[in-house]
């Protein structure tokens, strides 16, 4: 860590540092804190310092009458010194100090036995001016308390401090009969990623796996639950990153960890380590996925991490590869061992929606969103080599949270990367050839549509003289039902040429100018009724990309020759 880092310390007061003051209210406090007689029942009080601990007091009450003991422990710096007073209650006139906040930091036990941590103390005074004695000392200490302090936790800027500490410190908890088992583990390769493990007083092994760098700063803090003390550290936006584990095997995964602490100090002492480990990850996080890479190289790193997932006895066979036939669309296969079943995803990067690309867990996966652009189901979905859908997205399975971090990063670079490639879509190795070359280029293009066990025959002819008048033939092969449509060029809106998905079909539409209904058709060798469109079936996105660019530009040609005539 490097030393500019903004240490975080809980902080006590120094032993060494403790004025003639405070000593002087502490042993006040000795004398005025005494035993008090109440209808003939003896309330013993004891007002004392605990050796060793800076500004940690035991407050002793034992009941005679009853025999009965309690026993309040608290640090100082927990009071607040506008919470101390003293008021009657009957024949009694009493003494009560709160902690700031409110906050239950008095640990409370009744004869040796620990109970529900409290926030308040309440000492039996001799009398007002006695109560008013002991105010103005408690006060005092308070305030003396918040004055003076000294480091709680420093991990001298050093990692291993940290990790040490909480390796040590995350220990097994007694609470009265009870044994909670707990420790802490990190990745020394990635020091910001952990595991806290614990069996909750339970014979179930439970463990909590995650990044510090996912933790939100703001919300890690020691929590009092009866008579038990957690510091927990909850994930940013709640988002669900920590993978919760039961004897080894992920159960799903939740967006914070608990970690039992013995008593208060030692609870604030944790809560100071995890704020330190949150800012040396914070600072030290790096991604497996470099930014700098290029668009070939980023596919590389997507083929080679998109891999084997297993989980707990499920796995899932998943690979990411490029087409042969089309070098810039990727395929994505899924294969689910326990149902004996794949499923194929076909897509073209610039085609996806980079602000949609995100991962999210869901049960016992973490899962990546891969999704188009809006409206555009441009992603082909097979089951086995058969085209199920075309849809607008699709899940892509990490190993882990780090491997969906990459991915999404990856992913998104990708698209980024996809939109600086060449897209250009040449004609006979031509960026501007053409009307006939173009028309004999659509002429090869458009064709028999086969999909699944549907077959639609089609052929795009044109007129040798007359180059703008085009005539698209067709027959669905399964029932024989026929069609023509014939359309001059010049009519078409180059502007309005598109393809589009409907269900498993695609279709690249070209609209005439102004909507009039000029394109020409039949039906089973009848007359049909004039389109404002001309339609034609395509095989798949790519096909139907190039076609429609094609045809744009020839419309766009045609339409310009008209024009200067």
Same mark, same amino acid.
């Given at each position: 860590?490097?030393?500019?880092? @903004?240490?975080?310390?809980?902080?006590?007061?120094?032993?060494?540092?403790?004025?003639?003051?405070?000593?002087? =209210?502490?042993?006040?406090?000795?004398?005025?804190?005494?035993?008090?007689?109440?209808?003939?029942?003896?309330?013993?009080?004891?007002?004392?310092?605990?050796?060793?601990?800076?500004?940690?007091?035991?407050?002793?009450?034992?009941?005679?009458?009853?025999?009965?003991?309690?026993?309040?422990?608290?640090?100082?710096?927990?009071?607040?010194?506008?919470?101390?007073?003293?008021?009657?209650?009957?024949?009694?006139?009493?003494?009560?100090?709160?902690?700031?906040?409110?906050?239950?930091?008095?640990?409370?036990?009744?004869?040796?036995?620990?109970?529900?941590?409290?926030?308040?103390?309440?000492?039996? %005074?001799?009398?007002?001016?006695?109560?008013?004695?002991?105010?103005?000392?408690?006060?005092?200490?308070?305030? $003396?308390?918040?004055?003076?302090?000294?480091?709680?936790?420093?991990?001298?800027?050093?990692?291993?401090?940290?990790?040490?500490?909480?390796?040590?410190?995350?220990?097994?908890?007694?609470?009265?009969?009870?044994?909670?088992?707990?420790?802490?583990?990190?990745?020394?390769?990635? =020091?910001?990623?952990?595991?806290?493990?614990?069996?909750?007083?339970?014979?179930?092994?439970?463990? +909590?796996?995650?990044?510090?760098?996912?933790?939100?700063?703001?919300?890690?803090?020691?929590?009092?639950?009866?008579?038990?003390?957690?510091?927990?550290?909850?994930?940013?936006?709640?988002? =669900?990153?920590?993978?919760?584990?039961?004897?080894?095997?992920?159960?799903?995964?939740?967006?914070?960890?608990?970690?039992?602490?013995?008593?208060?100090?030692?609870?604030?002492?944790?809560?100071?380590?995890?704020?330190?480990?949150?800012?040396?990850?914070?600072? @030290?996080?790096?991604?497996?996925?470099?930014?700098?890479?290029?668009?070939?190289?980023?596919?590389? +790193?997507?083929?080679?991490?998109?891999?084997?997932?297993?989980?707990?006895?499920?796995?899932?066979? /998943?690979?990411?590869?490029?087409?042969?036939?089309?070098?810039?669309?990727?395929?994505?296969?899924? !294969?689910?061992?326990?149902?004996?079943?794949?499923?194929?995803?076909?897509?073209?990067?610039?085609?996806?929606?980079?602000?949609?690309?995100?991962?999210?867990?869901?049960?016992? /996966?973490?899962?990546?969103?891969?999704? %188009?652009?809006?409206?555009?189901?441009?992603?082909?979905?097979?089951?086995?080599?058969?085209?199920?859908?075309?849809?607008?997205?699709?899940?892509?399975?990490?190993?882990?949270?780090?491997?969906?971090?990459?991915?999404?990063?990856?992913?998104?670079?990708?698209?980024?990367?996809?939109?600086?490639? !060449?897209?250009?879509?040449?004609? =006979?190795?031509?960026?501007?050839? !053409?009307?006939?070359?173009?028309?004999?280029?659509?002429?090869?293009?458009?064709?028999?549509?086969?999909?699944?066990?549907? !077959? $639609?025959?089609?052929?795009?002819? +044109?007129?040798?003289?007359? $180059?703008?008048?085009?005539?698209?033939?067709?027959?669905?092969?399964?029932?024989?039902?026929?069609?023509?449509?014939?359309?001059?060029?010049?009519?078409?809106?180059?502007?309005?040429?598109?393809?589009?998905?409907?269900?498993?079909?695609?279709?690249?539409?070209? /609209?005439?100018?102004?909507?009039?209904?000029?394109?020409?058709?039949?039906?089973?060798?009848?007359?049909?009724?004039?389109?404002?469109?001309?339609?034609?079936?395509?095989?798949?996105?790519?096909?139907?990309?190039?076609?429609?660019?094609?045809?744009?530009?020839?419309?766009?040609?045609?339409?310009?020759?008209?024009?200067?005539?």
């Amino acid at each position: 860590m490097k030393k500019s880092l @903004n240490l975080i310390l809980i902080f006590l007061i120094s032993s060494s540092a403790i004025s003639q003051d405070y000593q002087s =209210n502490i042993d006040a406090l000795k004398k005025l804190i005494i035993n008090k007689e109440l209808k003939g029942d003896i309330i013993e009080q004891k007002f004392s310092p605990v050796a060793q601990e800076d500004l940690a007091i035991s407050f002793v009450v034992h009941d005679t009458k009853r025999d009965k003991s309690d026993t309040y422990y608290f640090n100082l710096v927990d009071l607040d010194k506008n919470k101390i007073r003293f008021f009657t209650k009957k024949n009694a006139v009493l003494v009560e100090a709160k902690t700031k906040g409110d906050r239950k930091f008095i640990q409370y036990e009744t004869d040796g036995k620990l109970g529900n941590y409290v926030n308040e103390i309440n000492i039996q %005074a001799q009398n007002i001016e006695n109560a008013r004695e002991i105010v103005n000392n408690l006060k005092s200490i308070a305030e $003396h308390a918040e004055d003076t302090k000294k480091q709680y936790f420093d991990d001298s800027g050093n990692a291993t401090a940290i990790l040490d500490f909480l390796e040590k410190n995350i220990k097994p908890i007694t609470i009265n009969d009870d044994q909670f088992d707990q420790s802490f583990t990190y990745d020394k390769s990635k =020091n910001g990623i952990v595991t806290f493990s614990t069996d909750n007083g339970r014979s179930t092994s439970v463990s +909590y796996h995650l990044n510090f760098s996912d933790i939100d700063k703001n919300k890690i803090s020691l929590e009092v639950k009866g008579n038990a003390l957690f510091v927990e550290a909850e994930t940013k936006l709640k988002k =669900n990153y920590v993978k919760y584990s039961e004897d080894g095997a992920v159960k799903r995964f939740v967006n914070k960890v608990s970690i039992r602490a013995e008593n208060i100090a030692g609870g604030k002492k944790l809560k100071a380590a995890l704020e330190s480990l949150k800012a040396y990850a914070d600072e @030290n996080q790096k991604s497996d996925y470099d930014s700098e890479l290029s668009y070939k190289e980023t596919v590389k +790193y997507l083929i080679d991490n998109i891999r084997i997932v297993n989980i707990n006895d499920h796995v899932f066979d /998943q690979s990411l590869g490029v087409m042969d036939k089309y070098p810039q669309v990727l395929s994505y296969k899924l !294969s689910d061992g326990s149902k004996d079943e794949s499923r194929t995803f076909t897509f073209n990067p610039i085609d996806l929606n980079r602000s949609k690309i995100a991962f999210r867990t869901k049960g016992t /996966q973490v899962l990546i969103n891969v999704e %188009a652009k809006p409206k555009k189901n441009f992603i082909a979905s097979l089951e086995g080599d058969q085209l199920d859908a075309y849809k607008n997205k699709f899940d892509i399975i990490a190993s882990d949270i780090e491997n969906a971090k990459a991915l999404e990063s990856a992913f998104r670079n990708l698209i980024k990367l996809s939109g600086e490639q !060449s897209q250009n879509i040449l004609v =006979n190795g031509k960026k501007d050839p !053409s009307s006939t070359e173009m028309l004999d280029f659509l002429t090869k293009k458009i064709g028999t549509v086969n999909i699944n066990d549907d !077959s $639609h025959e089609q052929s795009f002819s +044109y007129d040798k003289e007359k $180059h703008n008048l085009v005539k698209l033939e067709s027959v669905n092969t399964n029932d024989s039902k026929s069609g023509t449509q014939e359309v001059n060029l010049t009519d078409l809106d180059g502007g309005k040429i598109d393809f589009q998905v409907r269900g498993k079909e695609i279709f690249v539409e070209a /609209q005439v100018r102004g909507g009039e209904n000029f394109v020409k058709t039949t039906k089973n060798g009848e007359d049909g009724k004039y389109l404002n469109k001309l339609t034609m079936r395509i095989s798949n996105i790519e096909e139907a990309r190039v076609v429609t660019h094609v045809l744009r530009q020839l419309v766009k040609q045609q339409n310009g020759k008209l024009s200067e005539r």
